[in-house]
T-cell receptor, first 116, second 116 residues
């Protein structure tokens, strides 16, 4: 069965520290998509990245980077030199190609608190 | 215009009231979604519309009634709600019809609903 696990419920860091948010997924499909979303206190989920199952290249976008490893079914997210504005809940999500309706399977979320 | 708007931002209603939530997008997206999110939990899918037709109903109680008057608008009609229905209601849209699994979903800021 499909499942996304974010084992870290809450993380607290001090500004400028690096922080990694873990995401482990389970799926029987060979073709699937992984996403990360950010939900700041305002409530809106903001799309950060999409990765398909055939592309294991790591991605960097400014202070954000993502490490996708099929061998360990993980899609981890690292924030370098964290800032107070990074404080939010971060969700990892899975979507399967043959899954009707493009349904997103969300992890439970990791609440990141960055203190000044 | 790359945003999804939702009105109202906050809504307080009694258990006998009838109210509606509204969602609008002008990105030409063909799939629209309603999610319910309780505090400290991930969003739960309620309904998916694809090309203005209801394609997924996640066994939602009939006191929630969705409507898609046109490709840009999505409503959620509420009637005889229970206090446990209090939550953040999020609307989202994605580019393709039939909610293709690789499309990222764009979320609105949500309506925070309190049922007394």
């Amino acid at each position: 069965a499909q499942k996304v696990t974010q084992a870290q419920t809450e993380i607290s860091v001090v500004e400028k520290e690096d922080v990694t948010l873990d995401c482990v997924y389970e799926t029987r499909d060979t073709t699937y998509y992984l996403f990360w979303y950010k939900q700041p206190p305002s409530g809106e989920l903001v799309f950060l990245i999409r990765r398909n199952s055939f592309d294991e290249q790591n991605e960097i976008s400014g202070r954000y980077s993502w490490n996708f490893q099929k061998s360990t079914s993980s899609f981890n997210f690292t924030i370098t030199a964290s800032q107070v504005v990074d404080s939010a809940v971060y969700f990892c999500a899975l979507s399967e190609v043959y899954n009707q309706g493009g349904k997103l399977i969300f992890g439970q979320g990791t609440e990141l608190s960055v203190k000044p | 215009d790359t945003e999804v708007t939702q009105t109202p931002k906050h809504l307080v209603m009694g258990m006998t009231n009838k109210k509606s939530l509204k969602c609008e997008q002008h990105m030409g997206h063909r799939a629209m979604y309603w999610y319910k999110q309780k505090a400290k939990k991930p969003p739960e899918l309620m309904f998916v519309y694809s090309y203005e037709k209801l394609s997924i109903n996640e066994s939602v109680p009939s006191r929630f009634s969705p409507e898609c008057p046109n490709s840009s608008l999505l409503n959620l009609h509420l009637h005889a709600l229970q206090p446990e229905d209090s939550a953040l209601y999020l609307c989202a849209s994605s580019q393709e019809g039939l909610a293709v699994s690789y499309n990222e979903q764009f979320f609105g800021p949500g309506t925070r609903l309190t049922v007394l």
